[in-house]
Nanobody, 115 residues
Framework: QVQLVESGGGLVQPGGSLRLSCAAS????????MAWYRQTPRERELVARI??????NYAGSVKGRFTISRDNGENTVYLQMNSLKPEDTAVYYC??????????WGQGTQVTVSS
C-alpha cells in the first residue's frame, strides 16, 4: 500500500502563486509516474504528469503557468502554480501510477483563487 500526503493548498488572489507538494510513503515513487488532477463540480481533469524519467505533459489550460517536478530522493512531487485564475479553483489530487498500472490517490487539497 502507498500513502500519498498532499499539502500546500489554500486561498490565493488571482495572479498569485501556490506550490503543492505530495509525499509518498514508499520508495516505489522513483519508478512510478506521478500526476496532479483536479476535481471541479463538472469533471476530474489531468493537470500535469511527470514520468519516472522526468518527461512532462500539461493540460492546455495550465501550460506556461504550472510546473510539475519531482524529487526522487524525497519521494515528493511538486506542482508550482503561477498566475492563478479563478477557474483554477478546485480540489487537487496527487496520483501515483506504478509500472504495473496500479494507481494510488492522495486525499486532495483545496485550492481557491478569489479576490
Amino acid at each position: 500500500q502507498v500513502q500519498l500526503v498532499e499539502s500546500g493548498g489554500g486561498l490565493v488572489q488571482p495572479g498569485g502563486s501556490l506550490r503543492l507538494s505530495c509525499a509518498a510513503s514508499r520508495n516505489i515513487f522513483s519508478i512510478s509516474a506521478m500526476a496532479w488532477y483536479r476535481q471541479t463540480p463538472r469533471e476530474r481533469e489531468l493537470v500535469a504528469r511527470i514520468t519516472r524519467t522526468g518527461s512532462t505533459n500539461y493540460a492546455g489550460s495550465v501550460k506556461g503557468r504550472f510546473t510539475i517536478s519531482r524529487d526522487n530522493g524525497e519521494n515528493t512531487v511538486y506542482l508550482q502554480m503561477n498566475s492563478l485564475k479563478p477557474e483554477d479553483t478546485a480540489v487537487y489530487y496527487c496520483n501515483l501510477e506504478t509500472p504495473t498500472r496500479v494507481s494510488y490517490w492522495g486525499q486532495g487539497t483545496q485550492v481557491t483563487v478569489s479576490s
